[in-house]
């Protein structure tokens, strides 16, 4: 009886050894899968703002060029600020598909280490 009750309490400990070992093995795993995406988000923050700028220089220089085209710098610009607002209405009509789903598809495959299909 009394090995019965050691086996008993080996297994015991064998349980909760395995039970703790798949509780810290689901702490890093999801430790490791925020982090990625943290890092991908500043990431993406970063390229973004200096893609920004890109695009910021680039609408000053083309204004310039096209005022001096003109002859009337105002009318470059003028001309560069409805382009801008020509696209921003163009990117949030089509936002859906634009921003929302690209960025959804690539949290979840950062989440589920899959490969989304680009067929959608």
């Given amino acids: 009886m009394e090995r019965a009750f050691a086996k008993a309490e080996e297994l015991a400990g064998t349980i909760k050894e395995y039970v703790n070992t798949r509780i810290e093995s689901a702490k890093l795993n999801a430790a490791e899968k925020s982090s990625t995406i943290i890092a991908n988000t500043i ?10 700028l890109f695009i ?4 000053i220089a083309f204004a310039v060029v096209l005022g001096n085209w003109f002859e009337k710098t ?3 610009f ?18 859906e598909k634009i921003v929302r ?7 979840i495959r950062q ?7 680009e067929d959608d």
């Fill in 78 to 95: 003028l001309v560069v600020a409805f382009l801008y607002l020509v696209i921003a209405i163009i990117i949030w009509i089509a936002r």
């Fill in 111 to 117: 989440l589920f280490n899959t490969t989304v299909d």
């Fill in 101 to 107: 789903l690209p960025v959804m598809n690539n949290i």
């Fill in 43 to 52: 990431a993406g923050i970063i390229a973004s703002i200096v893609f920004l």
């Fill in 74 to 76: 105002w009318a470059g």
């Fill in 56 to 59: 910021v220089f680039a609408g």
